[in-house]
């Protein structure tokens, strides 16, 4: 991992969860979005929770120091029916907004709903509609993969639409 440099502001995006919790990197240069990187951080299903946690903490310690992005933006956890899943995912979304904080990073929050009209320009945009506009906005050859890491980088680029129209934002330390 190399951290970026020259002016701009980069964005890690984070989709949180604790099989796989999909990462992407975009660097905002003016009205310009550049696309950095992207991947998942992994978990194995076998693994007690607090191991899985930790390694999900350490995970975007890891990105945070080799990225160096000014700002962390996080999904919001969005209840389903699942409340089991809701539970495991907020715990996640906590160790990333906590590795981002613990550096000293800006952190925003977003909906799926956010996410979904800042990327799109429609709410109701399916999975699809949203990773072939990420494929589109950051001029990639393919739609990124994992789904979780073009989550990432979806969430991402809300945050580099939102930042200039003031998102929810909190700082790190």
């Keep these: 991992m190399l951290a970026t440099t020259g002016n701009g502001h980069t964005i890690l995006g984070i989709d949180p969860g604790t099989a796989i919790m999909g990462w992407g990197v975009v660097r905002q240069e003016g009205n310009r979005l550049r696309y950095v990187q ?23 310690t890891e990105l945070v120091r080799g990225y160096r992005p000014e700002s962390v933006a996080v999904e919001e956890l969005f209840f389903n029916t699942n409340v089991t899943t809701g539970i495991t995912v907020g715990q996640a979304r906590g160790v990333a907004i906590l590795a981002a904080y613990r550096a000293g990073v800006e952190v925003a929050e977003y909906t799926p709903l956010q996410v979904k009209q800042a990327v799109t320009s429609y709410g109701r945009a399916d999975k699809r509609q949203v990773q072939e506009m990420v494929k589109t906005l950051l001029n990639l050859p393919a739609i990124p993969r994992p789904d979780d890491a073009a989550d990432g980088l979806a969430i991402a680029i809300t945050h580099a639409f939102s930042s200039r129209m003031g998102g929810k934002v909190g700082v790190g330390k």
């Design 38 to 60: 992207h991947g998942a951080i992994t978990t194995p299903s076998d693994w007690e929770m607090p191991r899985r946690l930790s390694r999900l903490f350490d995970g975007v």
